[in-house]
């Protein structure tokens, strides 16, 4: 089914270690962004794409990574994880003001 | 950032009833977009409004955009089991650099009692 597609669904990382939550997409969008989830403070913007080879900051983007080589493709990487990066992870493309979400990634950190 | 001010934050509703909640914002938006989510996904896009005074309906939904452009209201009628879950509100602006950004709201955690 066309849509987006985010790997792992769950992620325990202890603190200092290094992962990449990846995404991707089927749908040719050129706006690509991830945010993440917390209670009681709805989604906030980490990092957003408007095409591949250009990437920018949003509201939270210390502590994470991006690159865009593709349209395709936008992972998320954290080089040194710390608790305060447990968090829902939620990617996204979309057409015009019409976004489509994968289904998260929970990751924790200890 | 940008602050969306969603309420309320819960709430616990009898089956049939109808339900109705808000976001406002101290910034004008261009859009209004309303979301809701299921337990383990990602948000699913309910109701856009494009338009200041433009009400929409989808189904059981209806959602307005503020004449002021600074808020928007969502009622759910006659809500059923399945409606439970967290609604979003989101706002866009448009501005250069940052085409498409959406500012979310905290989140409406919804529950239908039957």
């Known amino acids: 089914n066309a849509g987006v597609t985010q790997t792992p669904k769950f992620q325990v990382l202890k603190t200092g270690q290094s992962m990449t939550l990846q995404c991707a997409q089927d749908?040719?969008?050129?706006?690509m962004s991830w945010y993440r989830q917390d209670p009681g403070m709805g989604l906030r913007l980490i990092h957003y794409?408007?095409?591949?080879?250009?990437?920018d900051q949003g509201e939270v983007p210390n502590g994470y990574n991006v690159s865009r080589s593709t349209t395709e493709d936008f992972p998320l990487r954290l080089l040194s994880a710390a608790p305060s990066q447990t968090s829902v992870y939620f990617c996204?493309?979309?057409?015009?003001?019409?976004?489509?979400f994968g289904s998260g990634t929970r990751l924790t950190v200890v | 950032g940008q602050q969306l001010n969603q309420s309320p934050q819960s709430m616990f509703i009898q089956e049939g009833e109808d339900v109705s909640m808000n976001c406002t914002s101290s910034?004008?938006?261009?859009?209004w977009l309303w979301y809701k989510q299921d337990p383990g996904e990602g948000p699913v896009l309910l109701i856009a409004?494009?338009?200041?005074?433009e009400l929409t309906s989808n189904g059981r939904l209806t959602a307005q955009f503020g004449i002021t452009r600074k808020d928007s209201f969502l009622n759910i009628s006659a809500s059923i089991p399945s409606d439970v879950g967290i609604y979003f509100c989101?706002?866009?602006?448009?501005?250069?650099?940052?085409?498409?950004?959406?500012?979310f709201g905290s989140g409406t955690q919804l529950t239908v009692l039957p």
């Open positions: 996204a493309s979309s057409f015009g003001n019409l976004y489509t």
């Open positions: 749908m040719n969008h050129e706006y």
């Open positions: 794409s408007v095409g591949a080879g250009i990437t």
């Open positions: 910034s004008i938006f261009n859009t």
């Open positions: 409004l494009y338009k200041a005074g």
């Open positions: 989101a706002g866009q602006q448009i501005s250069s650099g940052s085409a498409r950004q959406l500012t």
